[in-house]
């Protein structure tokens, strides 16, 4: 659980808000956020804001841009002051508009809410995640904002460990206000450990034997997708099984499947046979003809890799076809590994040579 709690992502970034016209007299006395998330791709936003007017009376006028609300909730949209609901005055220039008469000294509660969708971001991460936005940034049109803006997020029907949660408690959030407080936006695990494992290993066990081959590329990154939920949930017997098919493919078709990219941002490449040594030795097995494999795979791209890393633009020296792109690897994790496998061979000087090199 620790695990997914360093690897939760909670960003400050602009919540959806009524503000008044620019060099208006109105503070902004607090702002809190409440966001409830539902299955699938659903969120209910509510806002509460209190607002005063240190200044003389007068009629102010509100205002929220139409497009931070859904289209589909325009008509029936409405504003709550002080626990009255009150429609628009105006919707022109793509904007809602109130008008509103504040007393000098006088503070009124707003509060408005609305449903959205939230966004899936299948590349950020081996679990995928889902985003949710909610603007803020234009609350800055009063004379003056709070310090910050307390937000309760709370989850229905989704599992704890999406969030880092061991309980379906509400998460209790503070997001930065003063002069520069901006959007504010949430993300969280689209999908458990365990629930990937089996969506991926449904998927793996599904390819007939003629599709399980290195030109498959769908068949090679459910692999890769897998080795990467294993090793999240720690599950390094699977692991190096996983790691030694790709390993053998790799070896099969004399070329490096790597699946890095935009598809994948998290990614980076590391030799399957040296990833299995570490996923053995992780599992307490024998990993001695696992390191000597992973020496016959090293040595050449070993050798190609210490010419090409002096050179102005390495990867013009470093051949794409067998090795891989020189920039999709993690050549420390590669240097230590390969050190590993000869220190496991009896060749230490080789294994210090190795550890000694640095980019």
């Not at 620790?2 to 690897?7: A, D, G, M």
């Not at 090409?308 to 470093?318: E, I, V």
């Not at 994790?333 to 009896?346: F, N, S, V």
Request: aromatic share 8%; proline share 6%; hydrophobic share 40%.
């Amino acid at each position: 659980m620790l695990r997914l709690l360093c690897l939760l992502c909670l960003c400050c970034a602009p919540l959806w808000a009524v503000a008044p016209e620019r060099g208006s007299d109105l503070t902004l006395e607090s702002a809190a956020l409440e966001i409830k998330l539902l299955p699938g791709d659903q969120a209910e936003v509510a806002c509460r804001i209190t607002l005063a007017n240190p200044g003389t009376a007068g009629e102010f006028e509100l205002s929220l841009p139409d497009d931070f609300i859904p289209a589909r909730q325009h008509e029936a949209f409405t504003l709550q002051v002080d626990g009255k609901a009150h429609a628009p005055t105006g919707h022109e220039s793509r904007a809602f508009r109130w008008k509103l008469r504040v007393e000098a000294g006088a503070r009124h509660t707003l509060a408005w809410s609305y449903s959205c969708g939230t966004t899936l971001l299948p590349q950020a991460h081996p679990l995928g995640r889902r985003e949710l936005r909610v603007r803020l940034s234009h609350l800055r049109g009063y004379a003056a904002l709070p310090e910050s803006v307390p937000v309760s997020v709370t989850f229905t029907g989704l599992p704890p460990e999406l969030f880092g949660q061991t309980a379906d408690a509400p998460l209790k959030l503070q997001h930065g206000g003063g002069a520069q407080i901006d959007d504010f936006s949430f993300s969280w695990f689209a999908a458990t450990i365990a629930g990937k494992t089996a969506t991926l290993t449904a998927l793996r066990d599904g390819y007939s034997e003629p599709q399980r081959t290195a030109e498959n590329r769908a068949w090679t990154a459910t692999l890769a997708d897998l080795a990467d939920v294993q090793s999240l949930a720690g599950d390094h017997a699977a692991l190096a099984a996983t790691c030694e098919t790709l390993a053998k493919l790799e070896r099969d078709s004399g070329k490096a499947i790597t699946h890095c990219g935009p598809g994948a941002q998290w990614r980076r490449y590391v030799p399957w046979e040296l990833r299995r040594l570490a996923a053995l030795e992780a599992a307490g097995a024998d990993a001695k003809a696992c390191a000597q494999a992973a020496k016959a795979v090293m040595a050449p791209r070993w050798a190609t890799y210490l010419e090409a890393r002096g050179k102005p633009r390495p990867f013009d020296h470093f051949d794409f076809v067998k090795f891989g792109n020189y920039w999709d690897y993690d050549w420390p994790r590669t240097r230590e590994l390969y050190a590993r496998a000869l220190e496991i061979l009896g060749e230490a000087d080789a294994a210090k040579a190795v550890k000694e090199v640095r980019d």
